[in-house]
């Protein structure tokens, strides 16, 4: 992935965590992505893609009043093609198949390892030059 196509890549980070939060968002700055917005609750990161083209949105499973479950429903329903990486410290499989069920493309266990997340970042730019 190009540092051009870095910077034109739109992320959404949506975690209660805020240190969560501002590590994702140091390491993809530190990346070169500059087209990265941080949530901490679902609500307003629906909000925020109804109004923005967002191509990936990485989303904590375990979150108050809406669970990363049911916001990848919502995501996957509505804006199809902004593409849902769940994270989280539950590992179990079930998690795993529930987060897919509901539309997640990846997961990724936490804490998150980086060079994972750029894996699973690559795969997604892939799948998004070929949907264009």
Known sequence: ????????????IVDDSDFTRKHICAFLSKMSF??????????DALDYIALKKVDVAIV???MP????IELTKK???????TK?????????ERVVMESIAAGAVDFLQKPLNEELLMDALLRLWELKVKED
Do not use: H, W, Y
């Open 84 to 92: 849902v990486v769940m994270m989280s410290s539950l590992g179990q």
């Open 60 to 62: 904590d499973v375990v």
């Open 75 to 81: 995501i996957s329903e509505k804006f199809p093609s």
């Open 34 to 43: 500059e087209k990265v917005r941080d949530f901490s609750n679902a609500k």
């Open 1 to 12: 992935m190009s540092t051009d196509a870095q910077r034109e890549f739109s992320i959404v």
């Open 65 to 68: 009043e809406i669970s990363g």
